[in-house]
Nanobody, 124 residues
Framework: QVQMVESGGGLVQAGGSLRLSCTAS????????MGWFRQAPGKARDFVAA????????YYADSVKGRFTISRDNAKNTVHLQMNMLKPEDTAVYFC?????????????????WGQGTQVTVSS
């Protein structure tokens, strides 16, 4: 079982940047595909980005493509989400999650392990 803790959230003006980090503990971090999801108040938890075990394949939601970049460092058991050109509609709690599925996945049900989330607020 892997446990994750997110960090790096905060308040930023529109057009600014933030870098979220997710540090995992437990065995075999490199055995999991990793994803980022977000949940705005009153809305469902939506897929943002995912990266495969080796880090050589990534996938993004259309709403963040070209602005966000997901990366991982298996030696440090971390996954990052670099967020640039932030918009007010990016405001949400951001969660990292781990999936043991073979293929990269965008559905919440594919991810068995979740962090507690970190708040990102983008002001206009």
């Amino acid at each position: 079982q892997v446990q994750m803790v997110e960090s790096g959230g905060g308040l930023v003006q529109a057009g600014g940047s933030l870098r979220l980090s997710c540090t995992a503990s437990g065995p075999s971090f490199s055995n999991y595909n990793m994803g980022w999801f977000r949940q705005a108040p009153g809305k469902a938890r939506d897929f943002v980005a995912a990266i495969v075990r080796t880090g050589d394949t990534t996938y993004y939601a259309d709403s963040v493509k070209g602005r966000f970049t997901i990366s991982r460092d298996n030696a440090k058991n971390t996954v990052h989400l670099q967020m640039n050109m932030l918009k007010p509609e990016d405001t949400a709690v951001y969660f990292c999650a781990a999936s043991s599925f073979v293929q990269i996945a965008t559905a919440r049900g594919a991810y068995a392990y979740w962090g507690q989330g970190t708040q990102v607020t983008v002001s206009s």
